[in-house]
């Protein structure tokens, strides 16, 4: 097997320490790993939605902690991505519900539209396809997680819909009125 590192910069501005102080000051200072969770969201928003190994001993130099404690927490969570992804990752509910409503059949459609495998990013860098565990939205199956936001209920056609709307730039990853039904 072979491990392939990717280089990404790490720029930890003073607004991003401003941030990752103020998250530190919600725990006993004897406690700082408490944070490791929110300071990983904070540092990955902002360097690109990925965290490389140097970035993950970066956090683990901040909070005090030994780079293997960081580096359980980013493998074991979904939520944190280990490699550079998307502009728009379409994060594909496949568990029971979702799965019985047909997630895996979209998913495939999605990356056979799209021209990627599970897991990739389009060669332009638009697009990065994944199955997750459970997102907690089983009334709604089957759906996906794009950015911050839920697309529920989704069809072959719903899927065409959003591809487009994200080629076309219209999907505001900041904006939850373009995530409705």
Same mark, same amino acid.
């Given at each position: 097997?072979?491990?392939?590192?990717?280089?990404?910069?790490?720029?930890?501005?003073?607004?991003?320490?401003?941030?990752?102080n103020e998250l530190l000051s919600h725990?006993?200072?004897?406690?700082?790993?408490?944070?490791?969770?929110?300071?990983?969201?904070?540092?990955?928003?902002?360097?690109?939605?990925?965290?490389?190994?140097?970035?993950?001993?970066?956090?683990a130099e901040i909070l005090e902690i030994?780079? /293997?404690?960081?580096? $359980?927490?980013?493998?074991?969570?979904?939520?944190?991505?280990?490699?550079? &992804? @998307?502009? =728009?990752?379409? *994060?594909?509910?496949?568990?029971?519900?979702?799965?019985?409503?047909?997630?895996?059949?979209?998913?495939?459609?999605?990356?056979?539209?799209?021209?990627?495998?599970?897991?990739?990013?389009?060669?332009?860098?638009?697009?990065? /396809?994944?199955?997750? $565990?459970?997102?907690?939205?089983?009334?709604?199956?089957?759906?996906?997680? &794009? @950015?911050? =936001?839920?697309? *529920?209920?989704?069809?072959?056609?719903?899927?065409?819909?959003?591809?487009?709307?994200?080629?076309?730039?219209?999907?505001?990853?900041?904006?939850?009125?373009?995530?409705?039904?």
């Open positions: 097997m072979q491990i392939t590192h990717i280089k990404q910069e790490i720029n930890f501005t003073d607004a991003l320490m401003a941030r990752i725990y006993p200072a004897d406690k700082k790993k408490s944070a490791l969770l929110p300071v990983l969201h904070e540092v990955q928003d902002a360097h690109d939605n990925w965290l490389s190994i140097a970035l993950q001993d970066k956090v030994k780079p /293997v404690e960081v580096y $359980e927490v980013v493998t074991f969570y979904t939520m944190y991505n280990q490699k550079p &992804i @998307g502009k =728009y990752m379409f *994060e594909f509910c496949r568990t029971s519900c979702c799965a019985i409503r047909g997630a895996e059949d979209l998913m495939e459609y999605t990356c056979e539209k799209l021209g990627i495998k599970e897991g990739e990013t389009t060669p332009d860098g638009m697009f990065t /396809v994944v199955g997750v $565990e459970c997102l907690g939205a089983c009334g709604y199956a089957p759906m996906l997680q &794009i @950015g911050d =936001y839920y697309r *529920e209920h989704l069809t072959k056609e719903k899927m065409d819909e959003l591809i487009e709307e994200c080629k076309a730039g219209k999907i505001d990853l900041h904006n939850q009125d373009h995530y409705t039904e």
